[in-house]
Nanobody
């Protein structure tokens, strides 16, 4: 079994910062891309940022210049540093990872349980 466990969400004032972490554990042979998605009330889930195993990154236009995604391959962990937060960043943030559990297995998408980020004064 593969598990993704997120941490780091919370309540922050506009202009503040938060750092999210997501650690993958269990049966893991190899991890390809890892990333963060978010879903605000009444809206569809959207990509925030992702990062390949080689470190190439991709960001939604709405977060470019404010958020930074990184990963520690030795720890199977992905991070999202969020600066200059805005009320419109309020959402549940989900971690996603493309994981191959076994040497001769296949990649599949795994999701974390989500962590709430609320930006409000």
């Amino acid at each position: 079994q593969v598990q993704l466990v997120e941490s780091g969400g919370g309540l922050v004032q506009p202009g503040g910062s938060l750092r999210l972490s997501c650690a993958a554990s269990g049966s893991i042979f190899r991890i390809a891309a890892m990333g963060w998605h978010r879903q605000a009330p009444g809206k569809q889930r959207e990509l925030v940022a992702d990062i390949t195993s080689g470190g190439s990154t991709n960001y939604a236009d709405s977060v470019k210049g404010r958020f930074t995604i990184s990963r520690d391959n030795a720890k199977n962990t992905v991070y999202l540093q969020m600066n200059s937060l805005k009320p419109e960043d309020t959402a549940v943030y989900y971690c996603k990872a493309e994981i191959n559990p076994y040497r001769y297995g296949h990649y599949a998408d795994y999701w974390g349980q989500g962590t709430q980020v609320t930006v409000s004064s």
